[in-house]
């Protein structure tokens, strides 16, 4: 037997397969005739490691996609730095090159699959444009494919319109996988599939990341899809990152308020039964004319002068658990010390000009 290799390192944790720094991705619109410039993606940064799901969520129009599409240059971005295994997007030569390493499974495979192709021809396709593999070893390929994604090999022969919803999602799964990219970007991979379906697609997603060790960006308006398959959560608001942290920790103990308020929209299932319930004015006005301060200012009922004044820093919560809102990080170490030593309290006694 071949002993194992020796290393004098203690292990680290395994390198990163995607990295985004500061990410910043504009487009130009036109409203009444003038010309506006509306960030999309504002400053973003994550990073993602194999074998690990990492989730974005936040409502309609928070910039997910355009991060995805940022991601796989299909919008190129304004600033920031985006590495693939190390690698700066930028030096891959084109699309397709980045596509051998990062793969999307898109939100509606009615759309996403070219509705004239057969199966074969659908999964063939990444193997012999991205691959150049032997039509032989593609054969086989397409075969261990279907059977991964559990599908029978009577589909092969079908197109798109005769399978059911969830059995066209696995298409575009085994389609992603048919490269061996080390990342998927899943953009509302489920949001087209009835309940009982989705929970199938997504134990089935889970289930070939732990076999492939595959990393996941999953970006979704589903919080039950995010408890079920995610490691850690990163929440959105109009481009800006507002927290993240552990899955359990976001969920349970959201620290941001404009978390706060999208737990307490989400089914009971969901909330994790955090006591302070936020309740904010207004709609989500999109990227346009933000406040200088925090974002969410303007419908926060926690919002202070500060709040207003400049971008608020992301404060740690405990371990990786990050916020930016300075509000709750004061209400969260009042709490703490409130639970805590009465000594301490007696150290402070309530000072009257101290307001
Ligand atoms: N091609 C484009 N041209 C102009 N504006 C765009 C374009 N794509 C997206 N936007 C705008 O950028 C913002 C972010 O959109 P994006 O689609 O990334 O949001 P999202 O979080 O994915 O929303 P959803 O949950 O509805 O999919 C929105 O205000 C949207 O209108
Ligand atoms: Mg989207």
């Known amino acids: 037997m071949t002993p194992p290799p020796v290393t004098s390192q203690t292990p680290t944790p395994a390198e990163p397969v995607l990295e985004v720094d500061g990410l910043c991705t504009e487009f130009t619109v036109r409203s009444r005739g003038l010309r506006h410039t509306l960030r999309a993606v504002d400053g973003v940064d994550l990073v993602l490691r194999p074998g690990e799901t990492l989730a974005v969520v936040g409502e309609s129009g928070s910039g997910k996609s355009t991060l995805a599409r940022s991601i796989l240059r299909l919008v190129e971005p304004a600033a920031g730095r985006v590495l693939v295994s190390g690698r700066p997007l930028a030096d891959y030569r084109d699309r397709r090159e980045v596509y051998r390493d990062v793969q999307m499974v898109f939100q509606d495979p009615r759309s996403s699959l070219d509705p004239r192709q057969r199966i074969r021809a659908i999964l063939d396709e990444p193997l012999r444009l991205h691959l150049r593999m032997p039509a032989e070893r593609r054969e086989r390929r397409i075969r261990e494919l279907l059977a991964a994604v559990e599908l029978p090999e009577t589909v092969l022969d079908r ?27 899943l953009d509302e991979p489920t949001a087209s599939l009835d309940a009982s379906t989705r929970g199938v697609v997504l134990d089935l997603l889970a289930r070939l990341q732990r076999e492939t060790g595959l990393a996941y960006l999953l970006i979704s308006h589903d919080l039950q899809a995010v408890r079920r398959i995610a490691h850690r959560v990163q929440v959105m608001y109009v481009g800006r990152v507002v927290e993240s942290g552990a899955t359990e920790d976001v969920l349970r103990h959201p620290a941001h308020p404009y978390t706060r308020a999208l737990l307490d929209a989400a089914p009971v299932a969901v909330h994790g039964g955090h006591t302070r319930t936020v309740r904010l004015s207004g709609e989500n006005p999109g990227p346009f004319d933000l406040p200088a301060g925090c974002a969410l200012a303007p419908r926060c009922p926690l919002a202070e002068e500060s709040c207003r004044a400049g971008r608020p820093p992301q404060l740690s919560f405990g371990g990786t658990h990050l916020a930016a809102c300075p509000v709750t990080h004061r209400q969260v170490a009042a709490d703490l010390s409130a639970t805590g030593s009465e000594r301490r309290e007696k150290e402070h006694p309530d000072d009257p000009d101290d307001q």
């Open 159 to 185: 197109r798109p319109a005769a399978l059911s919803g969830g059995q066209r999602q696995r298409v575009g799964i085994a389609r992603a996988l048919a490269v061996e990219p080390r990342a998927v970007i």
